[in-house]
């Protein structure tokens, strides 16, 4: 028994140190893969595009990174860093060749030095977010510009990276933001509905709408859903979870409560604020969802399924169900508001660089308004 168990001891040691070997192996196979793009790229003519562009791709990069700097040396080194990092590199020394290449190509990311003569980083910041919102740019700046390169955040810059910095400084800082760049890109509301079949939206691709097949939806966007016992269960629909974004609380109806349509039957807390949605049938209040107030977390998978907030014993079903939409209706209605939303978002979000050339609609977006935008939203949408 003991030479069995040291034998799994060992084979489970040798499995570990195997394992190892082939990732360091498969790492320095991808760094020669990254240095071999460096030396062949670099030597390629791209006259036709910018006098002074150089560019550097590797296989599957993790973004496309343009970085403008009237010093070639710098220019240099964060080739050098970040394609070893695993990212496509261009650079040019000049902002208007960098307009000219943000035209015709996708980047995620322009990082643009302040001091530069013709353009500077102020300059390029204002026209890569007015002809690209988009991309994110970043400002590489000295520690006599720190003041004004925070005062480009104002024009839509993301952040700034101070020089000199070390090989490790730059990798850190530009992962960051790649993290940064991608939990923004998952907030992004897209003004795409489905009629889904399935509770968490499985399917759907990052932040679309999703109402399941059989859900009536009210204009205050609560939802309405029969359950087999003949007992109606009340919810907030996708459109108003997103919008919302974090739920701190529900102050749930009492018990035996008698609701009519267009009375308030329970409010959404985040934070000091609060949302009040009408009831869209009348009848008596038989059930409140317990499990829900235990982990409001839930409503993140979604809003829908067992994730209601109370259920009625409805006395006029039958003709208020003909005031509720469901199927194309829904969706006409999903995409109405959704419309709707964008103005009024583009409308309040006006003196933030930030947000207003976005689409001014992501996952939490209330999250940030005033306590007068958030009240103008509130009216629009869920006091209906």
Not at 58 to 83: G, M, T, W
Not at 104 to 121: N, Q, R
Request: proline content about 4%; some cysteine; charged content about 30%.
């Amino acid at each position: 028994m003991a030479l069995f168990i040291i034998a799994v001891i060992v084979f489970i040691i040798a499995d570990i140190i195997i394992r190892l070997i082939i990732k360091k192996i498969r790492e320095k196979n991808l760094r020669a893969e990254r240095e071999k793009a460096l030396k062949v790229d670099l030597k390629i003519d791209y006259t036709t595009e910018s006098k002074t562009l150089k560019r550097v791709e590797v296989p599957n990069p993790k973004a496309r990174i343009l970085c403008v700097d009237d010093e070639p040396i710098v220019l240099d080194s964060f080739r050098k860093i970040l394609v070893l990092e695993g990212y496509n590199v261009d650079t040019v020394e000049t902002g208007q060749e960098a307009l000219g290449l943000i035209q015709k190509h996708s980047y995620d990311f322009v990082f643009t030095d302040l001091k530069m003569p013709f353009m500077d980083g102020v300059e390029v910041t204002k026209a890569v977010k007015h002809l690209r919102p988009d991309i994110d740019v970043v400002i590489i700046t000295g520690y006599a510009t720190v003041k004004t390169a925070v005062e480009c955040m104002k024009y839509g810059a993301m952040d700034y990276v101070e020089k000199p910095f070390t090989e490790n400084e730059l990798i850190e800082f530009t992962n960051k933001l790649l993290i940064k760049r991608q939990e923004q890109i998952k907030k992004q509301l897209q003004p795409k509905v489905h009629i889904t079949h399935f509770p968490d939206s499985t399917g759907l691709e990052q932040g679309e709408f999703a109402i399941p097949g059989g859900v009536f939806i009210a204009e205050n966007h609560a939802w309405i859903a029969i359950d087999p016992e003949g007992l109606v269960k009340v919810g907030i629909d996708d459109f108003a979870k997103k919008l919302i974004g974090k739920v701190d609380g529900v102050e749930f109806p009492n018990l035996g409560m008698e609701v009519k349509t267009g009375q308030v039957l329970f409010s959404i807390k985040q934070g000091n604020k609060s949302i009040p949605f009408k009831s869209p049938i009348s009848g008596k209040v038989v059930k409140i969802n317990k499990k829900l107030s235990e982990d409001f977390e839930k409503l993140d998978i979604t809003p829908y399924e067992q994730n209601w907030i109370c259920a009625i014993d409805a006395n006029n079903l039958d003709f208020e169900l003909k005031k509720l939409k469901i199927g194309k209706s829904a969706i006409n209605l999903y995409e109405e508001d959704i419309e709707k939303c964008q103005s009024i978002m583009k409308k309040l979000f006006k003196d933030d660089e930030k947000l207003k050339d976005k689409a001014c609609m992501y996952i939490g977006i209330m999250e940030n308004l005033d306590e007068s935008g958030w009240n103008e939203v509130c009216d629009q949408f869920f006091l209906k």
